[in-house]
């Protein structure tokens, strides 16, 4: 009897439960209610803002280890270097106030900026620097950085404000990996999960796939940062990003395609740059029938550029001739867009040439989290087959593109975009020289690593731009790849905000956005 | 208390052979060295890397490893987000769990009354409608009744906004608010197939000669139905609904997809394609547990149910 009234118990209790989950459907209106006005932020209600950033910050957020674009992309605000770049693309004093450089070029004596501290409240001082320099020439993962600060003889404390950077031979490219070394304070090894640097804003928190938080930097040692707090929330769904951004919850989304930009709401403005990044159909130079620069070339007549970005963002978006974005005024070559015009029956000539009178078949790899590149290649594999090439687009994970594509060179071809880590003609071109661990495409040519060469060891600027130019001209004529363009980068922001900057590198620049009244 | 120790030693194996399976499959789709150094490092820093992190090791090694510090109550720390594991897990669990809950709850509520209603005007009306409407349930998987839901309540009717999730430290109410349709489209295939075993269950009491002893004694058969038969007719249905649960957990991890809820399940998928194992192993683990702990909560649920049944 004893269990039966407790059995009695517990179904009352399984009812009661159910009717509390009928209480929670109740008040599911209200809830949704709360949702909605919470984000109405059509004004802000305080001085903050909302970025919606497509992918979270899942690496290291150390400032030598962090390799995500998108991670790179935010803490721009956080760290600084001695110098940093500006909008144009030039490099400003930053925590250094100036450099001088001695006669052979070979020393920098950079006297540094008083008063500067670091988020964490300590003091900059000359040994932080020294520190930041040894540490990011051990452990950072951007190897062109860390192959020119291993041609640092040493980096030495003058006196508690000026540091003497000794390097083994010229470097015209110096003051742009200066940039790259973020500066940390020598005494703390928290930076892989709570960054401290020097920048505008600090770091304040963030929770996994939901949001990361910034705040203004009060003791910043320039102009302040004009909003007091932005919040990062992350959509890593592209659906949910629209949601978001229809439903008016963001004030500022980077890295939209021209699709996704129609039809939103009038608080919004849109804004067209571009996303500094090389996108091309990427061949594998040591894989038949690639090896034969006749078949290279017949892609590239083959392939119609226009049609791409008619097809994939209406139009928009740069068209380019080698592995150089216009961003980088300097050594864009523009005449080289032209070098392959849409020829089919050339192609095909070409070919017949090469001794494929009747085509071939041959794979596109793509990276699938990419979209751009999917739809690239799906239209590449279209124009290829009008001059009987089948091309099928095999769509992977990004971690087996990276393993196998990339590290593997396992492949035929691929479409990706590869951008410059710095500001240096050297972090797009270097690349492709015969020997570099870093090219995927084991393109070969003695020319070429030649020009790169005579660069890098001169350092008259007129000469070594003459010489990177003819560098991408061999790239071109050699049709190492069938360049196709700089994507278009469509940046929604609120109409009541100002200050967004492109940049010429992938960077989100947030000190100098406010509200306007 | 034999029982007890039976079961133990069951999950203990159950959950070694899991993990073990769970760690061998990452030696075959590759380790996260290459997407932790990206496009700017050269194929000797990968290497380098996975050197320095002892992927290199054989299998067996490499899981010891993770084996004895999980042992230790150490669950490792994250390779994308070098965060420790225990505390990423603990931050997302109670979302999924609330989820599940809320699903359990939904199906429970709608289940129980509509099957008792179904089996007593069975034949009836009422009765043809929710069969006919459990058909066309119970055969639409969870995911896509989400993607119906989000158009339908999200897009047409604006009743909740897809995407504007809150965590429940922000805002409770629109919290559970937010859940209420992604815990709906997980308990809708669920609730639809429990109301039909209630149904049938119940209808098979009623067959028994113990309820035509009950009308002999005067019983009308709405008394017959609760006074007797529906305790006998639980038991299946508390069964089914321990399997349930379980099935409700694999629901949410990919309607959390559908809802981009941050629960346990978006933390997996993208723990997997990142390559993060001790994330994924830590999921993996917290999964298992949570399915063996219900299934033991069944069966003590069952002897109360029906007091011939004693474990053992």
Same mark, same amino acid.
């Given at each position: 009897?004893?269990?039966?009234?407790?059995?009695?118990?517990?179904?009352?209790?399984?009812?009661?439960?159910?009717?509390?989950?009928?209480?929670?459907?109740?008040?599911?209106?209200?809830?949704?209610?709360?949702?909605?006005?919470?984000?109405?932020?059509?004004?802000?209600?305080?001085?903050?803002?909302?970025?919606?950033?497509?992918?979270?910050?899942?690496?290291?957020?150390?400032?030598?280890?962090?390799?995500?674009?998108?991670?790179?992309?935010?803490?721009?605000?956080?760290?600084?270097?001695?110098?940093?770049?500006?909008?144009?693309?030039?490099?400003?004093?930053?925590?250094?106030?100036?450099?001088? =450089?001695?006669?052979?070029?070979?020393?920098?004596?950079?006297?540094?900026?008083?008063?500067?501290?670091?988020?964490?409240?300590?003091?900059?001082?000359?040994?932080?620097?020294?520190?930041?320099?040894?540490?990011? *020439?051990?452990?950072?993962?951007?190897?062109?950085?860390?192959?020119?600060?291993?041609?640092?003889?040493?980096?030495?404390?003058?006196?508690?404000?000026?540091?003497?950077?000794?390097?083994?031979?010229?470097?015209?490219?110096?003051?742009?990996?200066?940039?790259?070394?973020?500066?940390?304070?020598?005494?703390?090894?928290?930076?892989?999960?709570?960054?401290?640097?020097?920048?505008?804003?600090?770091?304040?928190?963030?929770?996994?796939?939901?949001?990361?938080?910034?705040?203004?930097?009060?003791?910043?040692?320039?102009?302040?940062?004009?909003?007091?707090?932005?919040?990062?929330? =992350?959509?890593?769904?592209?659906?949910?990003?629209?949601?978001?951004?229809?439903?008016?919850?963001?004030?500022?989304?980077?890295?939209?395609?021209?699709?996704?930009?129609?039809?939103?709401?009038?608080?919004?403005?849109?804004?067209?740059?571009?996303?500094?990044?090389?996108?091309?159909? @990427?061949?594998?130079?040591? *894989?038949?029938?690639?090896?034969?620069?006749?078949?290279?070339?017949?892609?590239?007549?083959?392939?119609?550029?226009?049609?791409?970005?008619?097809?994939?963002?209406?139009?928009?978006?740069?068209?380019?001739?080698?592995? !150089? @974005?216009?961003?980088?005024?300097? @050594?864009?070559?523009?005449?080289?867009?032209?070098?392959?015009?849409?020829?089919?029956?050339?192609?095909?000539?070409?070919?017949?040439?090469?001794?494929?009178?009747?085509?071939?078949?041959?794979?596109?790899?793509?990276?699938?989290?990419?979209?751009?590149?999917?739809?690239?290649?799906?239209?590449?594999?279209?124009?290829?087959? *009008?001059?009987?090439?089948?091309?099928?687009?095999?769509?992977?994970?990004?971690?087996?593109?990276?393993?196998?594509?990339?590290?593997?060179?396992?492949?035929?071809?691929?479409?990706?975009?590869?951008?410059?880590?710095?500001?240096?003609?050297?972090?797009?071109?270097?690349?492709?020289?015969?020997?570099?661990?870093?090219? !995927?495409?084991?393109?070969?040519?003695?020319?070429?690593?030649?020009?790169?060469?005579?660069?890098?060891?001169?350092?008259?600027?007129?000469?070594?731009?003459?010489?990177?130019?003819?560098?991408?001209?061999?790239?071109?004529?050699?049709?190492?790849?069938?360049?196709?363009?700089?994507?278009?980068?469509?940046?929604?922001?609120?109409?009541?905000?100002?200050?967004?900057?492109?940049?010429?590198?992938?960077?989100?620049?947030?000190?100098?956005?406010?509200?306007?009244? | 208390?034999?029982?007890?120790?039976?079961?133990?030693?069951?999950?203990?194996?159950?959950?070694?052979?899991?993990?073990?399976?769970?760690?061998?499959?990452?030696?075959?789709?590759?380790?996260?060295?290459?997407?932790?150094?990206?496009?700017?490092?050269?194929?000797?820093?990968?290497?380098?890397?996975?050197?320095?992190?002892?992927? /290199?090791?054989?299998?067996?090694?490499?899981?010891?490893?993770?084996?004895?510090?999980?042992?230790?109550?150490?669950?490792?720390?994250?390779?994308?987000?070098?965060?420790?594991?225990?505390?990423?897990?603990?931050?997302?669990?109670?979302?999924?769990?609330?989820?599940?809950?809320?699903?359990?709850?939904?199906?429970? #509520?709608?289940?129980?009354?509509?099957?008792? #209603?179904?089996?007593?005007?069975?034949?009836?009306?009422?009765?043809?409608?929710?069969?006919?409407?459990?058909?066309?349930?119970?055969?639409?998987?969870?995911?896509?009744?989400?993607?119906?839901?989000?158009?339908?309540?999200?897009?047409?009717?604006?009743?909740?906004?897809?995407?504007?999730?809150?965590?429940?430290?922000?805002?409770?109410?629109?919290?559970?608010?937010?859940?209420?349709?992604?815990?709906?489209?997980?308990?809708?295939?669920?609730?639809?197939?429990?109301?039909?075993?209630?149904?049938?269950?119940?209808?098979?009491?009623?067959?028994?000669?113990?309820?035509?002893?009950?009308?002999?004694?005067?019983?009308?058969?709405?008394? #017959?139905?609760?006074?007797?038969?529906?305790?006998?007719?639980?038991?299946?249905?508390?069964?089914?609904?321990?399997?349930?649960?379980?099935?409700?957990? #694999?629901?949410?991890?990919?309607?959390?997809?559908?809802?981009?809820?941050?629960?346990?399940?978006?933390?997996?998928?993208?723990?997997?394609?990142?390559?993060?194992?001790?994330?994924?192993?830590?999921?993996?683990?917290?999964?298992?547990?949570?399915?063996?702990?219900?299934?033991?909560?069944? /069966?003590?649920?069952?002897?109360?149910?029906?007091?011939?049944?004693?474990?053992?």
């Amino acid at each position: 009897m004893r269990t039966r009234t407790l059995a009695l118990f517990l179904s009352a209790a399984v009812m009661s439960t159910a009717l509390c989950g009928c209480g929670g459907q109740g008040t599911a209106g209200t809830g949704s209610d709360g949702a909605n006005t919470s984000q109405t932020g059509g004004e802000p209600p305080a001085n903050e803002l909302t970025v919606g950033i497509a992918q979270d910050l899942g690496d290291s957020l150390d400032p030598f280890t962090m390799t995500a674009a998108g991670t790179r992309e935010i803490l721009f605000n956080v760290y600084e270097g001695l110098y940093k770049p500006d909008a144009s693309g030039d490099f400003i004093p930053a925590l250094a106030e100036d450099c001088a =450089i001695s006669e052979d070029a070979l020393t920098y004596t950079f006297t540094l900026r008083d008063g500067v501290q670091f988020h964490n409240g300590t003091a900059m001082d000359a040994e932080d620097v020294v520190y930041s320099f040894n540490t990011c *020439a051990a452990t950072s993962v951007d190897s062109s950085l860390s192959a020119a600060l291993a041609d640092l003889v040493s980096a030495d404390v003058v006196d508690e404000r000026t540091v003497a950077v000794t390097l083994a031979a010229p470097n015209s490219d110096f003051l742009a990996y200066v940039s790259s070394v973020y500066v940390v304070p020598d005494d703390y090894d928290g930076q892989t999960t709570a960054p401290v640097g020097t920048g505008p804003f600090r770091f304040v928190s963030r929770s996994v796939q939901e949001n990361v938080i910034l705040e203004r930097f009060d003791r910043y040692w320039g102009e302040a940062a004009k909003v007091d707090k932005v919040t990062c929330k =992350i959509y890593e769904d592209g659906n949910a990003l629209m949601t978001a951004l229809n439903g008016g919850a963001v004030d500022l989304v980077c890295h939209l395609t021209t699709s996704q930009v129609q039809g939103l709401g009038e608080q919004y403005q849109v804004l067209e740059g571009t996303m500094n990044l090389v996108q091309a159909l @990427y061949l594998n130079n040591a *894989a038949a029938p690639f090896d034969d620069v006749r078949v290279r070339q017949a892609l590239c007549y083959a392939v119609d550029v226009d049609a791409v970005l008619d097809l994939t963002a209406d139009g928009h978006g740069t068209k380019l001739g080698s592995s !150089m @974005y216009p961003a980088f005024t300097k @050594y864009f070559d523009d005449s080289l867009t032209d070098l392959y015009p849409h020829d089919p029956e050339k192609a095909r000539a070409l070919l017949a040439e090469a001794g494929y009178p009747d085509g071939f078949s041959m794979t596109i790899t793509v990276p699938s989290n990419y979209t751009p590149h999917v739809d690239t290649a799906l239209v590449l594999a279209e124009q290829l087959a *009008a001059v009987g090439i089948q091309a099928q687009v095999v769509e992977v994970e990004w971690n087996t593109w990276l393993t196998d594509v990339y590290q593997g060179r396992n492949f035929e071809t691929t479409v990706v975009g590869f951008d410059a880590a710095n500001l240096t003609a050297n972090a797009l071109l270097q690349r492709w020289t015969s020997g570099a661990g870093k090219n !995927m495409i084991s393109f070969q040519s003695s020319e070429y690593d030649a020009l790169l060469e005579q660069a890098n060891a001169i350092t008259d600027d007129g000469d070594r731009t003459s010489l990177f130019r003819q560098a991408e001209r061999v790239l071109a004529e050699e049709a190492a790849n069938v360049y196709i363009q700089d994507l278009a980068d469509m940046v929604v922001i609120n109409k009541s905000l100002t200050g967004f900057q492109f940049y010429p590198l992938y960077v989100l620049d947030l000190s100098q956005i406010a509200w306007t009244a | 208390m034999k029982y007890l120790i039976k079961k133990l030693c069951t999950l203990i194996i159950t959950l070694f052979i899991l993990s073990l399976l769970a760690f061998s499959a990452f030696s075959i789709i590759g380790d996260p060295a290459a997407s932790m150094l990206g496009t700017n490092a050269t194929p000797e820093q990968v290497a380098q890397l996975r050197h320095e992190l002892g992927f /290199d090791r054989p299998l067996l090694v490499q899981y010891g490893d993770w084996l004895s510090g999980f042992l230790r109550g150490d669950m490792g720390t994250s390779y994308s987000y070098s965060l420790p594991v225990s505390g990423m897990v603990l931050e997302k669990l109670p979302t999924t769990f609330v989820l599940t809950l809320m699903a359990l709850a939904l199906n429970v #509520a709608a289940a129980i009354p509509l099957g008792i #209603a179904a089996a007593r005007y069975a034949g009836g009306l009422f009765d043809r409608v929710v069969t006919v409407l459990n058909q066309v349930i119970m055969s639409i998987p969870p995911f896509f009744t989400g993607i119906l839901l989000t158009c339908l309540f999200g897009l047409v009717f604006r009743l909740f906004t897809p995407g504007a999730f809150v965590s429940y430290a922000e805002n409770p109410w629109g919290f559970l608010g937010y859940l209420f349709f992604p815990a709906l489209s997980i308990a809708a295939p669920r609730t639809a197939m429990t109301v039909k075993l209630l149904r049938s269950s119940i209808l098979e009491q009623l067959g028994q000669d113990y309820i035509r002893t009950a009308y002999s004694r005067g019983s009308s058969r709405t008394m #017959a139905l609760w006074g007797h038969a529906l305790r006998n007719a639980l038991i299946p249905v508390i069964t089914f609904t321990a399997v349930s649960v379980a099935e409700m957990v #694999a629901g949410s991890i990919v309607v959390e997809q559908v809802f981009s809820v941050p629960g346990i399940g978006r933390l997996l998928l993208a723990s997997i394609s990142s390559r993060d194992f001790p994330v994924v192993q830590a999921i993996v683990v917290i999964l298992a547990l949570w399915v063996a702990a219900v299934n033991l909560l069944a /069966d003590v649920l069952y002897q109360y149910a029906d007091p011939r049944i004693r474990l053992s």
